[in-house]
């Protein structure tokens, strides 16, 4: 075991990258006891990003009670702790197609692996296509470095997606910089809401065919 010296250096600043066939590199840092994960020196993951997807998930009316959610492009899993903030009692399913995130979750967030959370390891287009559970909420979230994914534009992918909804269900994307994409999704979706946070563009969707 590391001695209480080597600890606390490391809980106050460490930093180490990784080679990735996905993401190419990608740099962990911590600071003070909290965690950064960037790719081509674009934050996917910090106390940044759960704050904007806390903030985010408050488009999601109050009252709304949802039991289980999917995240396309999991990432380091920088929307889950705001996801169980909001919903503590839901189930996930969490798709990402980079191993070395997965790895890199597990460090930063051991207790991600748990009953209420399943890790696939997956492209986000297959999974859609091949997943047979419905979905109260659905984040999109898919992205290399700042660039999103050319999914935004694939109208087979974006009719599974669908397909994936449970009528009364939320689609929350995630755009950053990029708020003229969302042209597709609107196509598709019932839109609800955008949100504006820092330089974060958020759009809530429902089913076109929702019940209310």
């Avoid at 606390?8 to 006891?33: A, C, V």
Wanted: proline share 4%.
């Amino acid at each position: 075991m590391p001695s209480l010296f080597t600890r606390l250096k490391n809980w106050i600043h460490t930093s180490k990258t990784f080679t990735s066939e996905k993401n190419k590199h990608i740099t962990l840092k911590r600071s003070f006891g909290s965690w950064y994960v960037s790719v081509d020196d674009c934050e996917q993951t910090s106390p940044l990003m759960e704050y904007l997807w806390r903030k985010a998930l408050l488009l999601i009316p109050r009252q709304t009670s949802l039991q289980d959610v999917l995240i396309l492009g999991f990432g380091a899993g920088g929307s889950l702790r705001a996801i169980y903030k909001r919903f503590p009692k839901c189930s996930i399913i969490s798709v990402e197609h980079d191993p070395v995130m997965i790895k890199i979750a597990t460090i930063i967030s051991p207790w991600i692996k748990n009953k209420q959370h399943k890790i696939i390891l997956a492209d986000a287009k297959k999974a859609a296509a091949s997943l047979s559970e419905t979905f109260d909420l659905i984040l999109f979230d898919l992205y290399t470095g700042e660039s999103p994914s050319p999914l935004i534009h694939d109208e087979a992918f974006l009719k599974n997606l669908q397909k994936r909804l449970n009528k009364n269900g939320y689609l929350l994307v995630n755009m950053f910089e990029h708020k003229t994409n969302f042209s597709l999704f609107d196509t598709f979706f019932s839109h609800i809401k955008n949100l504006m946070l820092v330089s974060n563009y958020f759009a809530l969707y429902k089913h076109p065919n929702h019940l209310t």
